[in-house]
């Protein structure tokens, strides 16, 4: 979920935990109008401790927004590709914004957080489209839509030990009288992947959802501005050495390991979800009509280019835009490009997402990507490229 990181100054808008970033040392960049840390002072350093430790993002410039009424459910049916009417209280669901002919708009994650009452959230650089495509689709229905995105920070705790550094942390607790941190560690042993609850930290509201965008273990945190810089802090010194702070370049390396797709290069207008691989989030079974249903029922050309992984050997990564080639050789044709690609961390040689024509698109495939004019063989393989646990 995201959008094309630019490096430089920026004179965007600024995080509530900005001074929090400055003092830290961390190198800021553009991103989608936000001036956001990009690291702090390594990317493998940052990258390798949410694999091996701890990560502390900050995700404050995503968007919230919330569709509360009788209708709630029904509205983003319709509004949306998936079915999130059926989803339970505290869930989760990963899901897509479709234009009428079945491109992305967006990809979102939809909590539940009432019984008719419902969070979405955006990505920063489409979060004024995701309202007005709310506002406008929910319209006939009994709901009301909120931006509260100003009114929301949002800090990712991500790695191994996530939740033994949450557990340690002191000030969190459970909504409700009576209820202290005991019930609150016993809450997040038991919470499930896509899952949140509604917590307290330090007697504020604080949603905690098990979620992330790194392909490791790892919490959420949904907290008032004011409280963020607190919390991180509170966080930081719990975890001590166990957890660093991270930036947006470690944070798109982790995601791309993960197989996990950026919307802007994975997703876009001119993407049908099945193209990305994302088919199963469309909700084809729901009853009645749902924007965009017209268009996926149609579905793509079938020659349309199809998402797969390469991997090369060597150092010489592939980065997005790229040319794909149907083998080494000067005229193998052209046959798609690289959306994303770096030398993985993790893995320690060179990995890329590429839309390419469908007749290469067969794990063991042998292509080659034009690597600043040399053509270096890469193979087709299944994603993700990291699995937790693997």
């Given amino acids: 979920m995201s959008d094309t990181v630019q490096t430089g100054a920026s004179a965007g808008r600024r995080s509530p935990l900005h001074e929090v970033h400055a003092a830290l040392g961390a190198s800021f960049t553009d991103f989608a109008g936000w001036e956001m840390p990009v690291r702090y002072a390594s990317d493998l350093v940052e990258h390798h401790a949410v694999r091996t430790k701890a990560g502390l993002f900050d995700l404050s410039h995503m968007g919230e927004i919330v569709v509360v009424g009788p209708e709630a459910g029904a509205a983003l049916d319709y509004a ?70 100003d009114d929301v920070a949002l800090i990712a705790l ?10 340690e942390t002191p000030g969190f607790g459970i909504q409700g009288p009576g209820n202290d941190h005991d019930d609150f560690a016993d809450a997040m042993r038991d919470l499930k992947y896509y899952r949140a609850v509604a917590a ?14 790194t392909g490791e273990d790892g919490f959420e945190l949904y907290v008032a501005p004011e409280r963020a810089a607190g919390l991180w802090r509170n966080l930081a010194e719990t975890g001590g050495p166990r957890v660093v702070p991270c930036g947006l370049a470690s944070r798109d390396t982790l995601r791309l390991e993960a197989g996990m797709p950026l919307y802007g290069h994975e997703l876009g207008l001119d993407t049908h979800p099945v193209q990305a691989g994302l088919g199963r989030v469309v909700a084809l079974t729901k009853e009645g009509d749902f924007v965009g249903r017209a268009g996926i ?57 590429a839309f390419v024509h469908p007749d290469h698109a067969e794990p063991g495939t042998v292509l080659a990507v034009d690597v600043r004019g040399t053509r270096i063989e890469a193979s087709v393989v299944p994603l993700p490229f990291y699995r937790r646990g693997a």
């Fill in 80 to 149: 949306l590709a998936g079915k999130l009417s059926a989803i339970a209280l505290g869930q989760a669901k990963y899901t897509l914004l479709l234009a009428r002919d079945g491109g992305v708009i967006d990809d979102l994650v939809v909590y539940r957080t009432g019984e008719d009452r419902f969070m979405v959230v955006a990505n920063a650089g489409n979060r004024e489209v995701a309202v007005a495509e709310l506002l406008e689709r929910t319209a006939p229905f009994d709901v009301e839509v909120f931006d509260q995105s």
């Fill in 158 to 167: 991500q790695g191994p030990d996530a939740l033994e550094v949450l557990l």
């Fill in 297 to 353: 029922e149609r579905g793509p050309r079938a020659d349309a280019p199809v998402l797969v992984g390469l991997r090369a050997e060597g150092r010489r990564a592939a980065r997005a835009g790229y040319a794909v080639h149907a083998g080494t050789a000067d005229d193998a044709p052209d046959i798609g490009v690289v959306t994303s690609g770096v030398l993985s961390p993790t893995l320690g040689h060179p990995i890329a997402m």
């Fill in 200 to 213: 307290e930290y330090e007697g504020e509201p604080v949603l905690v959802a098990r979620t992330g965008y």
